[in-house]
């Protein structure tokens, strides 16, 4: 029995270590990915209709982590999802910018932040995400890739990061149009 309060103990400590650097980071990504920001970065500063092409498992929305938190996934498993699905679009979009692009300093920033942020989490076991992660590393034809919009994508990233990290980190509440945002589909699916 005081194995296993001991176990907790250190489970409980361990957890609250974790937490506080994490909620720092993610602050600091809440900060980077502000309307104002994601708008004149992924939209202002690129040419009209520009898309870029990317996996289907790389458009990670609201509704994608609805489905499988309702699979029981766990949210620390989906923030690793979430790490790495950004990580790899940020990528693709530093690759994708020529050297003097105004954007290419923002997105080389919020690549940093996920690569620290990613240093914190762990790897994960559930088949599902194991899956998904699988496929994001096989390479397939452009065919196979969808257009989506650099704003599209960190708009994604940024209601996603609001719905994984709300309860343990106290994010700051979105914009007011963002939360009237009828596309938003985060929004209370948890409660």
Same mark, same amino acid.
């Given at each position: 029995?005081?194995?296993?309060?001991?176990?907790?103990?250190?489970?409980?400590?361990?957890?609250?270590?974790?937490?506080?650097?994490?909620?720092?980071?993610?602050?600091?990504?809440?900060?980077?990915?502000?309307?104002?920001?994601?708008?004149?970065?992924?939209?202002?500063?690129?040419?009209?209709?520009?898309?870029?092409?990317?996996?289907?498992?790389?458009?990670?929305?609201?509704?994608?982590?609805?489905?499988?938190?309702?699979?029981? %996934?766990?949210?620390?498993? $989906?923030?690793?999802?979430?790490?790495?699905? =950004? +990580?790899? &679009? #940020?990528?693709?979009?530093?690759?994708?910018?020529?050297?003097?692009?105004?954007?290419?300093?923002?997105?080389?920033?919020?690549?940093? %932040?996920?690569?620290?942020? $990613?240093?914190?989490?762990?790897?994960?076991? =559930? +088949?599902? &995400? #194991?899956?998904?992660?699988?496929?994001?590393?096989?390479?397939?034809?452009?065919?196979?890739?969808?257009?989506?919009?650099?704003?599209?994508?960190?708009?994604?990233?940024?209601?996603?990061?609001?719905?994984?990290?709300? +309860?343990?980190?106290?994010?700051?509440?979105?914009?007011?149009?963002?939360?009237?945002?009828?596309?938003?589909?985060?929004?209370?699916?948890?409660?």
């Amino acid at each position: 029995m005081e194995s296993a309060v001991l176990f907790l103990s250190i489970l409980v400590l361990g957890r609250a270590a974790v937490i506080p650097n994490e909620c720092k980071i993610t602050e600091v990504l809440n900060d980077k990915l502000q309307y104002e920001k994601r708008l004149m970065y992924m939209s202002d500063y690129f040419p009209l209709d520009y898309k870029f092409l990317v996996k289907h498992e790389e458009v990670l929305r609201c509704q994608n982590i609805t489905n499988l938190r309702n699979q029981g %996934i766990p949210v620390k498993e $989906l923030r690793y999802l979430w790490g790495i699905v =950004n +990580e790899r &679009i #940020l990528f693709k979009m530093k690759s994708a910018l020529p050297g003097r692009h105004p954007s290419l300093q923002y997105v080389t920033d919020l690549a940093a %932040i996920f690569k620290e942020l $990613l240093k914190i989490r762990q790897q994960v076991s =559930n +088949e599902i &995400i #194991l899956g998904i992660l699988t496929r994001l590393k096989v390479p397939n034809d452009v065919a196979d890739r969808k257009p989506v919009r650099p704003k599209a994508l960190l708009d994604n990233c940024f209601k996603v990061l609001h719905e994984l990290h709300r +309860e343990d980190c106290s994010l700051s509440n979105p914009r007011s149009d963002f939360l009237n945002d009828t596309s938003h589909q985060c929004i209370d699916m948890f409660d």
